[in-house]
């Protein structure tokens, strides 16, 4: 069976297209940063591949600040679990290099060591043993953080990568709807406050 000539020219133009597939298909993000050469291929036939791939049946997401994944809206139990621990594996490490002063925006210059993960279990033992997660456990998962393309491996230790932004979107929103819900409250109060004062007329 011969591939039909226009597809045949548009696959040609895809050298990378049966790699970024098995990447994409095991749930990792393509960074720009860790595969520079890999990105650029996207990124130059962005078209072709997120068209190629919704006609397969997959969304492919590029994001401007350097990372691209499949997106699904359905996940299993398992895919649950694991997406909530490292939400939470990521939280208390900003919270961490926030107190410490760290400038946050410039996340994927941090080294993360063994020493300091375990300092940040102490910091949030509480939170994170109600999750099951103690000082092992949270190598454990940013060694599954590396799988999936949110943190690259050194030999000192670990990098956040680009792709962390998808969490870092998520706990921004988080806090401006818990703000939102904080200023509704107060205004509800103060409304409350101003129907306990007399008004002008009777206080006259």
Sequence with gaps: MTTPQPLAATLSQMPALAELFRLFLSGKHLNRMAEPALWAELEKQEASYVGLFAALGFDLRLDARGFAWFHSGDANSNIGKISRQLALLFMVIFDAQANAGKALQRYTDWLIDSAWLAEVYKQ???????????????????????????????????????????????????????????????GVAEDDRALDRPDDEESN
Excluded at 126 to 155: I, K, S
Excluded at 156 to 182: I, M, N, Q, T
């Design 124 to 186: 949030q033992q509480d939170l994170l043993d109600a999750e099951g997660l103690n000082a092992d456990a949270l190598v454990e998962l940013l060694g599954r953080a590396c799988t999936l393309g949110f943190a690259a491996a050194e030999p000192a230790g670990w990098r956040l990568l680009p792709a962390v932004c998808r969490y870092l979107d998520h706990f921004e929103a988080l806090a401006l709807a818990a703000k939102d819900d904080s200023d509704e409250a107060y």
